[in-house]
Structure formats: structure tokens, C-alpha cells
């Protein structure tokens, strides 16, 4: 049975690359029919901190990730560290130097590795020098911790960042030393940001909380985050997760570093808004104003509901929907002052608006189709092309020249905001 791990440092939060690591074990597993197991590396007491510890798990159960199992947490182990240490001393394969104890490295052997991405991966241990185990303060290395335990566990498969592919040859001589068989080596590519740099806070959010915050949707940053280093085919880019699930294998991850387009995972997170049921999307995006304070419990639910309805297409984001939440909820309007400029103080802009209003408030009903009509006759009548109307319409009843269709948003205001929103311009 397949038995992966995902092995985070709790010293920061979980951040794009870390999340790809994870989903990558994850799917792998999920593939396989295997274990996904957590084990939480704090073994530098000093960084490790419980509030990153609480963010890393949230961000993994937020992206649906669950794993099986207790997960293991290393500062808990320094005994069976001791332990295995004290081993490899009696066998003279380490030594002492006063409390640390060091591992021999045998000079002049090749030692290797086949990694499931690069090949057989292989290293003249004239470039390894002894190695640490357990360190003057009696804490393990990082290299011999993640050995005892990835034996200790029955780690089938070791996926991880290849940052690490320089620690992988200590890791095999350290395995022959204890007697163990190494398990599977995936080294995953690094994620590099459009300017084909290290990711970093310059090009953008890089902890996945921070993407929560900017109104992103899991389902979409998974998908994301999937595509980053792995192709399905056909250009197949939107997917749900059990097709992933499906097709994931880790041999065909990329060798090469994968690039995080924020435009892309934008106009990803569009396309699930766009796909997502209007009903489910009002909720979703409800949580969301309630989390950033916008809203409370008084919250006119069907009214949100219409407006997500109308505003769906053109969303990216759940925060698109604040600005627009503002435009139907909040009492004072902001303007785009170009936009008033532009359509709202033309010679002709106080009478356009009052023969508007005119027409408005002569309605029996106020459904977008009468409105439509009103504005159709109202525009012949005066010879001018609709858009004359419509325009200025839309930024004295929103603030703003782009939003959704300009009837639906007057229907779903109503005729009493309308008409007031309209007068300011008369
Ligand atoms: N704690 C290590 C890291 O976050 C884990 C490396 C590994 O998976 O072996 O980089």
C-alpha cells in the first residue's frame, strides 16, 4: 500500500509551493488508494510556533485535503532519535564529539538514487562530508529525523520540493547504515514567478490564507495549484478533483520549474464562479462579507441573491463583490468622478436624467422588461441612440460605467433607489 507523507517546518505559514507539495502527496495517494500522513517537523523548537502549526492545517482542510491517521510530531521522537543514533555508534558507524554524534560517510563510493521525475540521480560521496545526526543540544538533524521517521512510518514514497535533492544521497547512505530500504524519490520542481524569479511577497500573495482573504475559491486554487507542474493532456485546464484523482500519476510531473500566473489562477477562479450554482455562490460569497465585517445577520439574503444572479458572469473574485455589494446595500454611493464627468455634466445631462425619471416613475410596474421599454420608446421619442440614456443611467444609479446588465440592476434596486439616485443628477 502507498504511504506518503507531507512533512511541513511549522516556522511560517503555508505558502503556494508548500500547498503544491501537499496536493501532489495528497492526490497521490488518493490515486493509489493510499495514505496521506502528516508529519509535523518542529524540531527547532525555537521557530516552530502552534499559530502556523493551526494555519497549515487550516489552509490543508480548507483545500479539502485530509489525511489519514494521527499525524507525528517530531519534538515528540527525540528519544527514538537518541535511540537509532546510539545504534550506528555501537556499530561504529558514527562517533561521538562530545554530545553530538556524527555519522562516517565512507569515502569514494558513488551513491545514487532513481527519482521518479529526474532518473537515477547519483553522487561521488567524495562531496559528502560526515554527517551530524545529533546536534551538541541533543536535537536531531533535519536529514537523520526525516530518516528514522520515513522508516519508522513505512513511507512508501517520499514526494517533495527539489530543493531537497542534495539531502536525498545523505538520506540513501543513512538508510544503508540503518539497515532500512529507501523508499520512492519525487522531486518536484520549484515554482517560479512570471519574471522567472523565486516566488516571493513581491509578486504577490504567496501564503494560501492570504489567497482565502482575496475572495479566491479552494476548488479553484486546488485545480490551480494541480496544473503547476502537471498536464492531464488534451489541454484539459478546468477539472474537477476526482478526475484528478483519476489521472494523477507523479511520473509525469514536470522536470522543469512550473511558473504562477496570477492572471491565470484569476481567470481560473472566474470560471468556477461562472460554473458555481447562483444559490451556492450567494451563500459562498455571504460567508465572505460576513468574515471581512462587511455584513451581519440583517442581511437582505433575497436581494443578494438576485444581485449574485445578475453579477455572476463577470465575477473573478468573491471580493469583485464587495464594491458591488456597496452599490445595492450601502447608503452613501461612491462615484467614479471621470465616469460622473464623462456622462453626468454635459449640457444636456439634467434634462436626459429628468425625462428618465419621468419615464420611470410613469411605470405601472418596475420589472426589468417595462424598464427596458420605457428607456426603448424614451430614446426614440428623442432622437437620440439608447446608450444616450443608458450611460448616464448607469453611473448615477452605481457609481460606476461597468457592472451587470443596466435593467437588471434597476429592478433589483428598485424603484424608490432608482428614482432617488437619479434626482442628485437632475
Ligand atoms: N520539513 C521539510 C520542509 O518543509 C520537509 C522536507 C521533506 O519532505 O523531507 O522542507
Sequence with gaps: MTRVRFAPSPTGYLHIGSARTALFNWLYAKHTGGKFILRIEDSDKERS????LDEILGSL???????DEEFVFQSKRFVLYKK???????????YREGPAIIFKVEKDKDVFFDDMIHGRI?????????????????????NFACVVDDAEMM???????????????????LYG???????????????????????SKRHGATSIFEYKGMGFLPEAIVNYLALMGWAPGNDREIMPVEEMIRLFDVKDVNKTPATFDMDKLSWMNGQYIKEMESSILAARSEDFLKDKGIIDDKFDKRVWGDVVKAYKERTRTL????????????GELEYDEKAVEKYLKKANSKDVMNRCKTALEGLPGFDKTAIEAAYRKLADDMKVKAAELIHPTRVAI??????????????ILGRDKVLARLSKFC
Excluded at 61 to 67: A, G, H, R, S, T
Excluded at 398 to 411: P, Q
Design 61 to 67: 482542510k480548507w483545500l479539502f485535503m485530509d489525511w
Design 49 to 52: 510556533k502552534e499559530e502556523y
Design 84 to 94: 537509532y543514533a546510539e545504534r550506528l555508534v555501537e556499530e561504529e558507524k558514527a
Design 177 to 199: 547504515a540503518l539497515g532500512k530500504t529507501a523508499p520512492n524519490f519525487a522531486h518536484i520542481p520549484l515554482i517560479l514567478s512570471k519574471d522567472g524569479g523565486r516566488m
Design 122 to 142: 547519483t553522487v561521488s560521496t567524495k562531496e559528502i562530508k560526515d554527517q551530524v545526526l545529533i546536534k551538541s543540544d541533543l536535537t536531531p538533524t533535519y
Design 319 to 330: 471580493d469583485d463583490l464587495v464594491s458591488v455589494y456597496k452599490i445595492f446595500f450601502a
Design 155 to 173: 513511507i512508501t514514497h517520499v514526494i517533495r520540493g527539489d530543493d531537497h535533492i542534495s539531502n536525498t544521497p545523505k538520506q540513501v547512505l
Design 398 to 411: 452605481s457609481g460606476k460605467t461597468v457592472g451587470a446588465g443596466l435593467f437588471d440592476m434597476m429592478e
